[in-house]
């Protein structure tokens, strides 16, 4: 059969077309909202109209059964219309309320978990990871199903302080920019990189790959028309693979995942922060991450015990400072905690005015 | 079709979560690629390691991007992954679908693909994982029939990205919708033809409460805001308060420029000193909300740790209308490309241009005045350029002085 006329440069379909009604008599003219639980919210349109949504987790990992399925439900309650959220949940948005509960039990029946509003835990933001990714360190899939699995009841009911962002990134590289999380997990290297001399002149750019460096660790080595990397400036960022396979920083034994804390993107009260590093490396473990689980989960607990009502996790430990933070949680504070690659002067203390 | 055993990967499907290998193993039951896939992760589990390759060039005619070429390292031992390219997809504006289309995109990707997504990419696209080189060119042809285009990748103008805006969201200050379209449009070719340094994303929120990360993962961060003022309604007010709400431990003592109060019932703002960082408005979203000329915040810069740390995308056009045809944001789009092509080196971002160029030379470049908006805090020290413009500038304002016999700091 002749293949259709391919067109170019056309961008996307108008999103218009994908607005279900309530949305376009309503568009730009919604008077307030309000999460009626942790799976289900309701706007309200300065018409009196009101559209209701139903939140569900997703792996973002989804066959195209999976998606036939979230068709089915939105033809049967939704007229059709659903949409997708940055943080990789499904949403199903139903303008007439008797259709509500009749979704809600419809999801439940096929195993759908409704949650992730508000004052809760939502979808983690994560990489490729060993599903689909050159540069993996780890499997981001896997480490968010297996957080999430004993994360779950804050998805689902659990009030926290505020709300709780997740992330996982495979490498540092950190494709979806996990940088500014109340919790992330890192995937790292911690080892410097070998370069397979022989097949360098063939694949590799010689400027490229010592461009490639940040801490200047590569310098040519003539004798093997290759170049060599100088172990005590290497922080295995491993930038310069992604320009030369022949770069090769995997290590199974050595490969791991550091956690990071305290990130924000809102301005809601304080401005956006960068998430810090507290744990520099738990091994590897698949398939499930024990340790890696068990100190995420710690954090959570630790956090809502302690923060005040509407304080994210970067506020809270900003209020009570670092130092009680590592006493409160009890992670060890090493060596790796202390800057020493671009921003340590921006780090230190420059006061005697802390606590023990 | 080759049955693999899995019991690592298998431990996976157990728990409440839902699973991304009962996703994998659905489409492997009639797709090769996929069931691959799912031999290939459970050697990744069992050996601790990744076995996936660079891409190196594929796409489609007349594209340098919009897809990611993947192979494995273990072609021989799983034969259906050898290659197994992304294939992005320009995403709707807000991730809107209707049941159809999804279902058009999906029954093309059943004939040509492995069955796998990401419903999305972290950069916005919908992502189809998995397909082989000479399939490029007939999927190409049966989504773009049919309406649909591919995304970008590679040294290019990423597919642009929005919050929800006015689709749902009562606290936006201008359509991100529209212009996500608008500028997705205006920019087919940078998007489609990687002609840059490296990558330069867009991501536009409708206020600071910025639903898609735009501050922390955006070249370009376009951020709603107004310049009116809040308005309030004190009857709401007293509700909320009624209801439980500690008005002023939860609004007035969580201000953070303390411009609240709340004393004998009457709910006061201090608008002048309001820093508009949305607290208020999102505990009371009955009582108060935004009033006054509305537009954006536009910021530059910001990135991911690699190469040289993370940034946050820096303030530069305090204020600026965002209507349509956003003539002047195009504009200003294109003059900043201008300066990043002719400073940058490849591979680098513009943030770390500006960072080694220094940020007078940037605003500068794309005609914007120095403005205390632009800044958190000047500088301490005290090595500066001065230019013979400065200098003469200086000068004049001195012998304005002279004459007038006031001072003009």
């Known amino acids: ?133 050159h540069s993996a360190c780890t499997d981001a899939s896997g480490l968010v199903k297996s957080m999430m699995d004993e994360l779950m009841e804050y998805f689902e009911s659990k009030t926290l302080p505020n709300k709780v962002r997740l992330a996982v990134a495979c490498c540092v590289n950190m494709c979806g920019a996990v940088h500014c999380s109340d919790i992330a997990v890192v995937a790292v ?15 590799c750019e010689l400027p490229t790959v010592i461009g490639s460096c ?33 770069i090769s920083i995997k290590d199974p034994e050595r490969d791991g995942v550091a956690i990071l ?24 473990e698949p398939p499930r991450w024990p340790k890696a689980v068990a100190a995420i989960k710690h954090i959570v607990e630790v956090y809502a015990a302690n923060a005040r009502k509407h304080e994210r996790v970067g506020e809270w430990i900003e209020r009570i400072g ?9 992670i060890d504070f090493t060596f790796q905690c202390i800057d020493d690659f671009t921003f340590m002067r921006d780090t230190m203390r420059t006061s005697s005015t802390f606590k023990w | 079709m080759k049955k693999y055993d899995t019991p690592l990967i298998d431990e996976l499907e157990k728990g409440p979560w839902p699973s991304f290998v009962t996703e994998m193993k659905k489409a492997g039951k009639n797709n090769e690629m996929a069931n691959d896939a799912v031999g290939h992760l459970e050697k990744c589990y069992q050996t601790k390691v990744g076995y996936w390759k660079h891409g190196g060039i594929v796409g489609v005619l007349g594209y340098g991007g919009g897809v990611i070429g993947r192979y494995s390292e273990l072609g021989d031992e799983f034969p259906g992954v050898a290659h197994c390219h992304t294939v992005r997809i320009n995403q709707t504006s807000g991730f809107f679908y209707t049941s159809s289309a999804l279902r058009e995109i999906c029954d093309i990707w059943d004939k040509y693909g492995s069955g796998l997504t990401n419903m999305h990419g972290s950069t916005g696209d919908l992502v189809l994982l998995g397909t082989k ?126 411009c609240i109060s709340y004393e004998g019932e009457e709910f006061k703002i201090n608008n002048a000193e309001c820093s508009r960082c949305m607290h208020c408005i999102t505990r009371m979203t009955k009582a108060l909300k935004p009033a006054g000329e509305r537009g954006a915040t536009i910021c530059i810069g910001s990135k991911a740790p690699i190469v040289v740390g993370s940034l946050l995308s820096w303030v530069i056009v305090p204020f600026i209308k965002v209507e349509p045809p956003y003539t002047e944001l195009k504009d200003l789009i294109r003059k900043i490309w201008e300066w990043w092509d002719d400073n940058a080196k490849p591979r680098e971002r513009i943030g770390e241009v500006i960072e080694m160029k220094g940020m007078r030379s940037f605003l500068e470049g794309i005609g914007q005045s120095p403005i205390p908006q632009q800044i958190k805090e000047p500088r301490k020290d005290p090595f500066m350029f001065y230019t013979e413009d400065d200098m003469a ?17």
């Not at chain 1, 410097?192 to 097949?199: D, I, N, W």
């Not at chain 1, 801490?215 to 030369?244: H, L, Q, W």
Request: charged share 25%; glycine share 8%.
């Open chain 1, 1 to 133: 059969m002749a293949l259709p006329q391919r067109k170019t440069d056309i961008g996307p379909p108008h999103y218009k077309q994908f607005l279900p009604p309530v949305i376009q008599k309503n568009y730009g003219k919604w008077k307030y909202h309000e999460v009626l639980s942790h799976g289900v919210m309701v706007h309200v349109g300065e018409s009196g109209d009101k559209l209701w949504t139903v939140r569900v987790a997703s792996p973002r990992l989804l066959s195209t059964a999976t998606i036939r399925e979230h068709c089915d439900v939105a033809e049967k309650f939704c007229g059709g219309f659903f949409r997708y959220t940055t943080r990789n949940n499904v949403e199903f948005l139903v303008s007439d309320e008797k259709q509500l509960e009749p979704l809600k039990k419809d999801l439940t029946a096929r195993g759908f978990k409704m949650g992730g509003i508000g004052a809760a835990i939502t979808n983690v933001v994560h990489t490729q990871g060993w599903v689909h990714c």
């Open chain 1, 189 to 203: 290297h911690t080892k410097v990189p070998h370069v397979k001399h022989e097949l360098f002149k063939n694949m």
């Open chain 1, 214 to 246: 940040p801490t200047r660790a590569i310098s040519p080595d003539p004798a093997n028309k290759s170049v060599k990397i100088n172990a005590e400036k290497c922080m295995y960022c491993g930038n310069c693979f992604t320009v030369c396979p022949p």
């Open chain 1, 261 to 284: 804390v305290g990130g924000k993107i809102n301005s809601l009260r304080s401005n956006p922060k960068f998430s810090k590093l507290v744990i520099p490396y738990i091994s590897n």
């Open chain 1, 322 to 330: 670092w130092e009680r933070f590592f006493s409160l949680t009890g």
């Open chain 2, 133 to 258: 080189t000479d399939a490029l060119e007939t999927i190409f042809a049966e989504y773009s029939s049919r309406g649909w285009d591919l995304g970008s990748s590679g040294s290019a103008l990423r597919t642009p990205n929005c919050c929800v805006g006015p689709g749902r969201c009562e606290w936006t200050n201008y359509d991100t919708l529209d212009l996500n379209y608008a500028l997705t449009q205006e920019f087919q070719d940078e998007i489609h033809r990687p002609m840059f340094s490296y990558k330069f994303k867009i991501k536009m929120s409708g206020c600071a409460c910025d639903c898609v990360a735009s501050i922390a993962r955006a070249d370009m961060s376009i951020i709603g805001t107004w310049k009116g003022h809040i308005e309030i309604n004190q009857d709401e007010v007293k509700n909320y308060a009624k209801n439980g709400m500690d008005i002023k431990a939860e609004i007035v003592d969580m201000c953070p420029t303390q």
């Open chain 2, 393 to 409: 500038a200086f000068k004049a304002k001195e012998a304005e002085e002279k004459k007038t016999g006031k001072y003009k700091f």
